[in-house]
């Protein structure tokens, strides 16, 4: 059974950064691996994803520019830097993994394996 594990959240003002990460205990070789939010009376959505084995990468166009995900394979660990934080990203930021592509990157259904979360919020 794989856990993932978030850390890295806080608080920090407009235009500032916060790096998360998600280390997993388990097999994570060749696994989608997305990172989503939950801000308060919204829906969760994707916002990052990374392909472990090829490193390849995707990004939903409100965070392109200032998000980063990447991974390290030694340490299990998938990051999410981010950068010029916006108030709108005030959210609970949730890794999620699974091993098939099935619909794409963003439907969070298909994530068998989920985090706990970890809050950002940004004040402007």
């Known amino acids: 059974q794989l856990q993932l594990v978030e850390s890295g959240g806080g608080s920090v003002q407009a235009g500032g950064s916060l790096t998360l990460s998600c280390t997993a205990s388990?097999?994570?070789?060749?696994?989608?691996m997305g990172w989503f939010r939950q801000a308060p009376g919204k829906e969760r959505e994707g916002v990052a994803a990374?392909?472990?084995?090829?490193?390849?990468?995707y990004y939903v166009d409100s965070v392109k520019g200032r998000f980063t995900i990447s991974q390290d394979n030694a340490k299990s660990t998938v990051y999410l830097q981010m950068y010029n934080l916006k108030p709108g990203d005030t959210a609970m930021y949730y890794c999620?993994?699974?091993?098939?592509?099935?619909?794409?990157?963003?439907?969070?259904?298909?994530?068998?394996?989920w985090g706990q979360g970890t809050q950002v919020t940004v004040s402007s």
């Open positions: 990374i392909i472990t084995g090829s490193g390849r990468i």
């Open positions: 388990g097999y994570t070789y060749n696994m989608y």
């Open positions: 999620a993994a699974k091993r098939f592509l099935g619909s794409g990157f963003w439907r969070e259904e298909e994530y068998n394996y």
